[in-house]
């Protein structure tokens, strides 16, 4: 934080704002100069909690878990510096890099579904009626079941023989039986579904949130000239939820690749490890070799990946905004 | 300024709170001969309430305390922590299976079974399950059992089946189960074998070894001195394997769903009436006695295959650790818990026994059970069953087995000896890896 | 104009008015259809947890043999002291987390300073790394917290403290604040107002929607930990539902019956939580506060 620093800091700057008005900046006022010490510590006092926090119990642990990583770890007998062996190990594994694809394609096909139908909740229940109160928390609950139990319920719902529950329903309108998750070639697309259904609610709450704070006078003036429905959504409503997008995108990128309990509990990654997904391969490894060395390098592999990705939404973001 | 001492203070709360609510960081319990014993139990609620009654009349007796921890959440993973901070519990009583990783990462100690009072009285089969590869004892046996096949007694008596003794009439029995509809309720809903197919830890290799075996073969053959070969890609074991394919791909009698069951989503498949043949182990027995009724089931050993009626008995040890400052009273509990008295109140605990068959061949299981199958349990497992092979780790042998099983089996491939070939490879590699290679 | 200006209450237009009975019944069809789809399944949850001994592959609304011997079986096995425990740890920890989000997205929304992008950077990266592998050291710094030498295993505070700071809250709260107009604030300072009355009473109330949204997720997430209770718990009185739950799973001598009366339990709160704050993120901000 040096002196010439100090006058930047003091202008404070909101974003291009979605529903409102054009920004515009004051000159900096003489009378701010008296604040300039404060203000510059000020940002990061109020950081300072999470920073603390993070330090300790994330950062520190992180820092440890990443070091255990080129280790062969025995913590009684002591570790055995392998250097980057354990990243060879993984990235050598044909089983890793098919996981890596099942990870990107159940990810990618997660986010788009659960986005869609997210958004497509979010419109079809806005507003402030009691009876839509209640929709919206029905709909929500299979975001607050506890995820194995989740998965426990669709695999009961797959039960692959006519009998099963499913089966007997797509009956009805003459399809099936199908296998789902007992069958290599149906069993990715299935495990997606399961996804896509307990993250569409998810996605739908945060679209909500975005939805409640766009501009109603913006959708006055869009009638007022004319546009149809599908025009507006198109030119008011989604511009508006771009900052929503782009946190769904990012989580999504977080959440998508570091999938597992729900696969493991449908699956536990096969059959024929139709269904493998990174972290159930590391998972799977850790348990094999019972020791923690192998699983951190498959873990850091997993988060530089999902690093590089989220860092890359954000630049794009930046970009696209400074235009 | 005045930011400046809001922050200060504001620390200092933070400390105080934290050193109120916390305590010092204690040293660790396990080097202090005066602190009580700590015992772990690999336990759910209802069997922690029998150990607990041993333990207390273990200090009743011996005046040694015990901490007594039940732990049933990712046991291994909880040890790993306590083993991080050099800080593990002075005794642990969980699976014979763990005998490999804890002897591999230092965690238990050496146990001189001559030493031990009373160890002459454990049978030597059960000695067999506290064996490490290098033929030195690592753990005290504490109770054993055998898979056994149990049998949906009155579907067999309505289709007039006699009780399977071999392969063949078991096979038989399970496509009569399939397409005969058993339960005669006019629906084809009906499955043969139930199998606990799934990848995960390695379940379908623990199912399908007692089947290799029974065929002559073996995943890993031993060839004496600690050393083992490859037996996976053999003819024997090539043919039982392929016995299991054509059950699975061209009669289809086993349970649909088998390849990503976990045992525990299959108990509800046995007990709700769809699958009638399940081989696995007795202390399922106590819960389908419940569930399904014991008029409805039998419980047999196995069918017998070309070589033989083997298969896969396990069961828990007691484990000293290592680190420990009261190794006498170790050794206590560990002599106390193999006696007579113990074995048997721990067989019959209520509500749930803590030992299947006992170590201790001076208790009658007849007696001390009443119940004419867990002589069937005994029996097969004094003569028919055996241990995983004693490689240093057989974990990674039985999880890819498992993951090579799966794919053959849900694949389906016309000849699935490409697959065992590229799977013995990787096993060789394996032995190799763990210095036991022949 | 006779425009109904309620139905700009939607993004796509709702029809508010009474004899709007297409618009209405199109709505309500299309309901019906979401609540069956998404809440149908759990209604397996419901069924099974009053039945005794049900068959998982016959599933219905109604339960077979309706009895409360699962939840008698969950008693034994303590299932209301876990309940307790967790509720304890997640009214605490939502709290601190709520403070410390909202004060960090402040700083990073509405303050200009260098090393903002990579302080928000650092934070995602916070939940880019999987559990697991912090695990044993997690627990070795819980057990020796740095500087002050305090261990904080068996203690509530040892799980809530971790929990004071989640990346999600954060970056959702800071997209939001990112969104308030700069000259509500301008207007303010123009009035006189300080750094924190600018903050409390300008810049919070129009973060409802946020905070009914972190506030919810932040819920379930803290309700959903395992790993934390578990490294934490010195016992295993100090579990959590949650970990309790997972454990009833694994156990191969209880039946479906009993997980399912433990889901429902843990079901509850998140949905209490939930039912609560729904009016909170459908707040919209008053137009009015923008003119001039």
Known sequence: MTAVQQHSDTRDVGSTASGGGAVETHPVRRRRRRRLTGATFTPWLFLLPAALIFLVFKFIPMAEGIRLSLFEVRPFLGDIFVGFKNYATILQDEKFLTASWHTLVLAGGQTLGAMLIGFLLALLLEGHSKSLWFVRSAVFLPVVAATAVIGEIWRLFFYPAPEGFLNDLISWVGLGPWEYISNPDTSLVSVMFVGIWKNAPYDMVLILAGLAGIDRQQYEAAAIDGASTRQRIWNVTLPALRPVITILLTLAAIRGLRVFTEVYVLTGGGPAGSTDVWMTRVYTTAFEQSEAGLASAGSVLLFLVTLVLTVSVQVYRRRKEAR | MRRRTATTIATLGVVALLAGCGSSTPAASNKDPNKPLEVWTRSTEATAKVYEKIFKSFTDRTGVKVDYKPIYNDFDKQVQQRAASKDLPDVVITDTGSLGNFVKQGWTTEIKRDDLAGGGDIVDRAWNNGKGADGKYYGVPFSTQAMVTLIRKDWREKLHKPIPTTWEELDDLARAFTRDDPDGNGQNDTYGMLVPGTVDRGYLAWWAASYIWQGGGDILEEEGGGKFSVGIDSPESTKAIERLRKLFCEDKVMQPGSLTLSTNDAHPLFESGKSGIYLTGPYMIGRFDKSLGKDKYEVIASPRGPAGATVLGEGEDVYLMAGSAKTADQKKLAEYLITPEVQQAGMQGDPQPVVRLPVN??????????????????????????????????????????????????????DSSAELKSLADALKKELENQKASQ | MSVNSSRFDSAIGWSTRPDAWLSKGVRALLSVFAVILFCGPLLVIFSGAFDNNPDPTQLSVIPDKPSLINFQVATENKIWHYLAN???????????????????????????????????????????????????????????????????????????????????????????????????????????????????????????????VIAVFGFNMIWEQYLLPLIVAADPSDYTLTVALLALRSDDQVGTGIVLAGALLALVPSLVVYLSLQKSFLRGITTGAIKG
Not at chain 2, 363 to 377: C, E, G, I, K, S
Not at chain 3, 111 to 127: D, E, N, Y
Not at chain 3, 179 to 189: G, S
Request: aromatic content about 8%.
């Open chain 2, 361 to 414: 061949k001076n208790v009658d299981v007849n007696a001390t059970y009443n119940d004419p199958r867990w002589a069937t349990v005994a029996g097969v497992y004094s003569s028919e069953s055996r241990p995983f092979p004693s490689v240093p780790n057989f974990t990674p042998f039985r999880q890819k087995t498992s993951e090579t099983l799966n794919s053959i089996f849900a694949k389906c491939p016309a």
């Open chain 3, 86 to 212: 967790s509720l304890v740890i997640a009214g605490g920890a939502l709290l601190l987390q709520l403070s410390v989000s909202v004060f960090a997205a402040y700083a990073l929304a509405r303050k200009k300073f260098r090393g903002q992008a990579i302080a928000l950077l650092v934070i995602l990266a916070t939940m880019m790394l999987p559990e697991e592998v912090i695990a044993i050291p997690l627990s070795l710094v819980i057990g020796d917290l740095p500087l002050v030498h305090v261990s904080l295993k068996g203690t509530l505070l040892g799980v809530i403290l971790p929990l004071g700071a989640w990346g999600f809250s954060i970056f959702v709260m800071t997209e939001f604040m990112r969104e308030i107009p700069a000259e509500l604030e301008e207007a303010a300072k123009v009035d006189g107002a300080g750094e924190l009355r600018l903050f409390a009473q300008i810049i919070l109330p129009l973060c409802r929607p946020a905070l009914g």
